[in-house]
């Protein structure tokens, strides 16, 4: 992605670029306003880019907004342009968040304003922002999502002790089971039970090296994180973000018997562990579909759910694009992909997850 060598002109002395991630000053800039920005989340972080653009071949256009030479503002927009799943302008494609970070009102406006030129110039059907808070309270919203953040106290027992007791009587399980956790230093053994998971549940897995991007882009800030069994086999795996003074378990991977050892449970218990060790402030355990599986565990943890305000500016389109497996239309494909051997799956998938985002 080259600069923009004319920034959109903007009130206030507003300028609005297009970061060129060659271009290593600007990069740190932007990195710089990501690290203190309060709105910002691990998503706007300027690697993203690489990765959308290397691994999945979308358009980027990640626009900062600089006021005398100072970033003041930042959009991270990608395209997903698919014939299955629509054309789109998304703020961020793979993300749980995202959208304008800026608390310059000219800079908001100014970005905003280059998002929707871009948005025409490209032909898109609609322009989505992954906002955790409303911003246009006129804009057609996604009500299927919620996101669960808690508070990591500073006490490893404390911790504990604030898990529902039942939920907590599943943790303790998976110690007696003899469960241990280990940091890998690949993505190899995360992928095995991720797309064996997702397989099970019928969805498409994302390819390898989309993995191997993330741990490559964002090094000690993206970890996989493995629990074997007591002898050792892997049976659940979770790829985190850390960002601050947060963790992010993000993507996760099970075994058929992870289920009976508990394993899921042990998994991120250790991880909060572990995170409350490293001094840190706040477990994120991201997004779940309302009424979802992954809902109700998390809300057995003791987090509550806080929704979430996807925004969209429909162009093309007379509604809300639904392409997630609630989705009625993708049952006979879901159903589908379940018989599917795995191999196949695991080959194919990578051709139709690039589209979703």
């Known amino acids: 992605m080259l600069a923009n060598d004319h ?105 905003e304003a280059e998002a929707e030129r871009l948005a025409r110039e490209f032909g898109v059907a609609h322009l989505e922002y992954r906002n955790i808070d409303a911003h246009h309270s006129d804009w057609p919203t996604q009500d299927l999502y919620v996101t669960f953040r808690k508070e990591i106290l500073p006490d490893e027992e404390a911790n504990l002790q604030a898990i529902p007791r039942k939920q907590r009587a599943m943790v303790r399980k998976g110690i007696k089971n003899g469960l241990r956790g280990e940091i890998d230093a690949s993505a190899d053994r995360f992928f095995a039970l991720y797309a064996d998971n997702v397989h099970r549940h019928g969805t498409p897995a994302m390819p390898k090296l989309y993995f191997d991007a993330l741990l490559r882009e964002f090094g000690e800030d993206c970890e996989v994180f493995t629990v074997v069994d007591a002898m050792g086999t892997p049976v659940s795996s979770v790829i985190s973000f850390y960002f601050r003074d947060e ?91 379940r018989r599917m051997p795995i191999a196949l799956a695991n080959f194919l998938g990578p051709f139709i997850v690039r589209n979703l985002g």
């Open 7 to 111: 920034p959109a002109p903007g009130a206030a002395g507003i300028e609005v670029k297009q970061l060129d991630s060659g271009d290593r000053a600007a990069v740190v800039r932007w990195e710089a306003f990501v690290a203190v920005a309060p709105a910002a989340t691990f998503f706007h972080r300027a690697g993203w880019q690489n990765v959308l653009r290397d691994i999945y071949r979308h358009r980027t256009c990640f626009l900062y907004a600089e006021r005398n030479g100072s970033v003041v503002g930042i959009l991270p927009l990608a395209q997903i342009n698919s014939l299955l799943f629509g054309n789109a302008l998304i703020a961020l494609p793979f993300a749980v968040y995202g959208g304008v970070v800026s608390s310059d009102p000219a800079a908001i406006t100014a970005l």
């Open 247 to 337: 963790v992010l378990p993000y993507y996760a991977g099970d075994a058929e018997c992870a289920r009976a050892l508990a394993a899921n449970d042990f998994k991120y218990w250790e991880l909060m562990r572990r995170a409350c060790l490293r001094g840190l402030k706040v477990f994120d355990y991201g997004r779940s579909k309302v009424g979802s599986g992954s809902y109700s565990f998390k809300k057995n943890w003791g987090f509550e759910a806080r929704p979430l305000h996807y925004e969209y500016r429909l162009y093309t389109c007379a509604d809300i694009p639904q392409n997630n497996p609630n989705n009625p239309k993708y049952k006979l494909m879901i159903a589908a992909w």
